[in-house]
């Protein structure tokens, strides 16, 4: 099985050591890994900000970057829904929307291609760790991927997950929402990691590299004693390895 591998502008940019451990557990899993030098960022910035024909560029050059893949698959479930979302960005019936329903089409975020394309929910993974688990906003309410993270999870030897309390509540980033409402960005973001202390975790967990960076950019500067990594990592662990 030949994967095309996404790493979104904050993996290659913040979360290398996520989207190493994102390819090594695939080639692990039996895939073939490419990485496509010519992808960039998927647009959803300026998508956000109402920027709609600028991200068009961005679509066209994605859709052909990936055109010939068999699978693509991305670390962070915002960004893989952006490539779904192309299909919303050009008219009905028109040659790109085929190409973006096409692309859309194989696109899959990490742990959901583990267990809804692959079929497997235990890695061999193992880490000791109390953990807890954001779920991001666009990932699970847009993408749709609510269980996939948590039965890989669930089968990490020596991982403890304990439940977030209102663990769907938004984290405050919102993409450029956490620059032009800094200030009720603040407060959402301040709500969330009380509800991690509530949990005890001693490391927090994620699939979407922006929740994380906004999460524990927060949780640095407070000087909590959390950690805070992407799922691939964990996923990838072998204990003493």
């Given at each position: 099985?030949?994967?095309?591998f996404?790493?979104?502008?904050?993996?290659?940019?913040?979360?290398?050591?996520a989207g190493k451990?994102?390819?090594?557990?695939l080639?692990r899993?039996?895939?073939e890994v490419?990485f496509?030098?010519?992808?960039?960022c998927c647009?959803?910035?300026?998508?956000?900000?109402g920027?709609?024909?600028e991200?068009?560029?961005?679509?066209k050059?994605?859709?052909e970057?990936f055109?010939?893949s068999?699978y693509?698959v991305g670390?962070s479930?915002s960004c893989v829904?952006?490539?779904?979302?192309?299909?919303h960005?050009?008219?009905?019936?028109?040659n790109?929307?085929?190409r973006a329903?096409?692309?859309?089409?194989?696109?899959?975020?990490f742990?959901?291609f583990?267990?809804e394309?692959?079929?497997?929910?235990?890695?061999?993974?193992?880490?000791?760790?109390?953990?807890t688990?954001?779920?991001s906003c666009h990932?699970?309410?847009?993408l749709?991927?609510?269980?996939?993270?948590?039965?890989?999870?669930?089968?990490?030897?020596?991982?403890?997950?304990?439940?977030?309390?209102?663990?769907?509540?938004?984290?405050g980033f919102?993409g450029?929402?956490?620059?032009?409402?800094?200030n009720?960005s603040?407060?959402?973001?301040?709500?969330?990691i009380s509800?991690?202390?509530?949990?005890e975790?001693n490391l927090?967990?994620g699939?979407d590299?922006s929740?994380?960076m906004?999460?524990?950019?927060?949780?640095t500067?407070q000087?909590?004693?959390?950690?805070v990594?992407?799922?691939a990592?964990?996923?990838?662990s072998?204990?003493d390895?």
């Amino acid at each position: 099985m030949k994967v095309s591998f996404f790493i979104t502008c904050l993996g290659d940019i913040f979360y290398a050591n996520a989207g190493k451990a994102a390819v090594e557990l695939l080639e692990r899993l039996g895939c073939e890994v490419e990485f496509p030098d010519a992808q960039t960022c998927c647009g959803q910035p300026a998508y956000n900000s109402g920027y709609h024909k600028e991200t068009l560029e961005a679509a066209k050059h994605m859709i052909e970057v990936f055109e010939q893949s068999e699978y693509v698959v991305g670390i962070s479930g915002s960004c893989v829904y952006m490539l779904h979302e192309y299909v919303h960005l050009f008219k009905d019936g028109s040659n790109w929307q085929k190409r973006a329903i096409a692309l859309k089409e194989k696109t899959y975020e990490f742990s959901q291609f583990i267990v809804e394309i692959l079929g497997i929910e235990d890695v061999g993974a193992s880490y000791q760790a109390v953990a807890t688990y954001h779920t991001s906003c666009h990932m699970t309410r847009l993408l749709g991927v609510k269980e996939a993270p948590f039965k890989l999870l669930e089968n990490v030897k020596g991982l403890k997950m304990v439940d977030l309390p209102y663990r769907h509540d938004c984290c405050g980033f919102g993409g450029t929402f956490s620059v032009k409402m800094a200030n009720i960005s603040e407060q959402m973001v301040d709500e969330k990691i009380s509800h991690i202390e509530e949990t005890e975790a001693n490391l927090l967990l994620g699939a979407d590299g922006s929740c994380l960076m906004n999460i524990g950019g927060r949780i640095t500067r407070q000087g909590k004693p959390v950690e805070v990594k992407h799922i691939a990592e964990i996923l990838n662990s072998r204990g003493d390895e």
